[in-house]
């Protein structure tokens, strides 16, 4: 199976859904016109990341009227993004949509929020509590990783574990400079992070960071899509909008898995009996 794979790196306009949303539909036509099968936008694409209590005022249900635009496109391209969910019992979530053949689905609610530093998104929303892959009829099973949730090795592995081939992280990692060098050491991890995580599970890595600037922070983009033998298939730039497309191939997880092993090796029945073991310690 062989999908024509977008990376949409953008900037969004902060609590601004009606802008947010042109920019995706003009972005996915022109993905159509040049024969893409399936784009992928940064975590919150559609809402801005820094929201705080207007998060309230912009989130919807994945059922509402306003995502039809989206939904319409689907039947033509595959579109992965970031907003913000309003669950049916009214919790608000850090989301993933997905939208595919004409229908939509919420794809992943944000696990781990992070509450350290400038960030403080526990305030805002509320955690997701399930780690599951989800069918696309153009790439089988995939999954998503929303910004920190990268920082957990759980959940890529987990992902992994259930039979996601292509793990996507969508993103918002502000800038974030070295005082003493100068050098810009989040991108170093993240590469690292993109490339370790495509090569222990053997699945491709497709991580879709954001640009622009925002109440004071800056995003720097350098999104980056990883073959699952952890060799770098495209890059974008850093600072600016920019596009990167790949060829997402699923046999090249067949062919990493069959060189080496070593995640088919993995068991999860030792993993849980020695997460029981030491949870049953901890609580003595």
Same mark, same amino acid.
């Given at each position: 199976m062989k999908v024509k794979l977008r990376v949409a790196q953008i900037d969004s306009a902060l609590a601004n859904f009606d802008e947010n949303l042109n920019q995706h539909v003009a972005l996915a036509e022109q993905a159509i016109r040049d024969g893409i099968e399936f784009i992928v936008f940064p975590e919150l694409s559609l809402s801005g990341y820094n929201l705080q209590d207007a998060a309230q005022d912009i989130a919807l249900p994945i059922g509402d009227v306003r995502f039809q635009p989206l939904r319409d496109l689907s039947k033509r391209i595959s579109i992965l993004c970031g =907003?913000? !969910?309003?669950?049916?019992?009214? *919790?608000?979530?850090? #989301?993933?949509?997905?939208?595919?053949?004409?229908? @939509? $689905?919420?794809?992943?609610?944000?696990?781990?929020l992070p509450t350290y530093g400038m960030f403080e998104e526990l305030r805002y929303f509320s955690a997701g509590q399930r780690i599951a892959p989800f069918h696309s009829r153009r790439l089988g099973l995939i999954g998503v990783a929303i910004c920190e949730d990268n920082w957990h090795v759980t959940l890529p592995y987990l992902l992994a574990m259930q039979g996601a081939k292509v793990v996507f992280s969508l993103v918002a990692s502000p800038l974030r400079v070295d005082a003493e060098t100068g050098e810009l050491k989040i991108a170093e991890t993240w590469q690292m992070m993109?490339?370790?995580?495509?090569?222990?599970?053997?699945?491709?890595?497709?991580?879709?960071?954001?640009?622009?600037?925002?109440?004071?922070?800056?995003?720097?983009? =350098?999104? !980056?899509?990883?073959?699952?033998? *952890?060799?770098?298939? #495209?890059?974008?730039?850093?600072?600016?909008?920019? @596009? $990167?497309?790949?060829?997402?191939?699923?046999?090249?997880?067949?062919?990493?898995?069959?060189?080496?092993?070593?995640?088919?090796?993995?068991?999860l029945r030792l993993l849980a009996s020695e997460i029981a073991r030491i949870l049953n310690a901890q609580q003595r």
């Open positions: =907003g913000v !969910e309003l669950s049916d019992d009214y *919790g608000v979530y850090n #989301a993933a949509f997905f939208f595919e053949d004409g229908k @939509a $689905i919420v794809a992943h609610r944000k696990v781990f993109t490339r370790t995580y495509a090569n222990l599970f053997s699945v491709y890595v497709v991580m879709a960071n954001r640009v622009g600037n925002e109440d004071g922070l800056s995003y720097w983009g =350098g999104s !980056e899509i990883v073959a699952p033998s *952890g060799a770098l298939v #495209a890059q974008a730039k850093r600072f600016e909008p920019d @596009a $990167i497309d790949a060829v997402i191939d699923l046999d090249e997880v067949k062919r990493a898995r069959l060189r080496s092993s070593h995640f088919l090796d993995e068991d």
